[in-house]
């Protein structure tokens, strides 16, 4: 089962996003060194929830994230928490998502701490558009930074938003993320919504996308103040509103 919405995924060059990010109010926490070759920074939220900043350190042409560096980097992937990685994968194998088996993944900590995991990604042309899973190897804790205090007052993600040009048929595709996160379909119409424990799914309708599908929009949750809305230059090329509460 689906257990709710665990992380978003920007691609930059990490030194200078971490100062972009820092600028914008955010408290960035260094991440650590994966198995893959790329090394990350967390902005740990008050929901759960993280931002997660990935650069490479090795060039890798075959990851999934890696055209994102031609186009200047920006929100690449969306990640949701499984506690049953193999049968939800399965879930959306029949919708149409092929998936693979579920794979192994390590991140070293700063402080020398080694914590594990299992992924399920989404095969081409799906990856990086349909969110992948994760389900925790070690404990949960251990991998999640702890939540920050912001400055801009943000306290979580509020919602995904993705836009495609055929809309039935990704929201078929996304219906099969919410059957497995609550037994039931989403809810119709556009923007096609998802819950994703407290954050939602949202997928919306772009006509110059024809068949494919793309990230649109990040929408964090703030404790207060009017609502911002940052445009790729304040970023690092990541359109990102932050509303107040609820």
């Known amino acids: 089962m689906i257990v709710g919405l665990d992380h978003v995924v920007v691609v930059p060059d990490l030194a200078g996003a971490v100062a972009l ?3 914008l ?15 990350n920074a967390l902005i740990g939220l ?10 490479f350190e090795t060039p ?3 990851h999934r994230w890696w055209p994102a560096l031609a186009l200047g980097g920006g929100l690449v992937d969306v990640c949701l928490r499984s506690d049953a990685i193999t049968e939800d994968c399965v879930r959306l194998e029949r919708a149409g998502v ?4 579920p794979r192994a993944m390590s991140r070293r900590r700063p402080d020398g701490v080694v914590v594990s995991w299992t992924l399920g990604i989404p095969s081409p042309p799906f990856g990086g558009v349909v969110p992948f ?13 702890p939540p920050g205090d912001h400055g801009n007052g943000v306290m979580g993600i509020r919602s995904v938003r993705w836009e495609t040009g055929a809309l039935s048929g990704w929201s078929a595709r996304f219906a099969a993320l919410a059957e497995a996160a609550a037994g039931a379909p989403g809810t119709g119409g556009s923007p096609f919504r998802v819950a994703a424990g407290p954050a939602m799914l949202e997928l919306g309708e772009a006509e110059e996308l024809a068949e494919g599908a793309r990230l649109a929009a990040l929408v964090l949750r703030s404790a ?3 609502a911002m809305f940052l ?9 990102m509103e932050i509303a107040p509460l609820p």
Not at 46 to 55: F, N, P
Request: hydrophobic share 30%; charged share 20%; glycine share 16%.
């Open 25 to 39: 109010g955010f408290v960035v926490a260094p991440g650590g060194r994966h198995s893959t070759g790329t090394h």
């Open 98 to 101: 092929p998936m693979g088996a």
């Open 231 to 239: 445009d790729g230059e304040a970023t690092g090329n990541v359109r």
């Open 133 to 145: 899973l994760i389900q925790d190897i070690t404990p949960v804790g251990d991998r999640r930074p």
């Open 60 to 62: 890798n042409p075959a």
């Open 224 to 226: 207060d103040g009017p």
């Open 46 to 55: 008050a929901d759960g929830t993280y931002i997660e900043l990935v650069a």
């Open 21 to 23: 990010y820092e600028a």
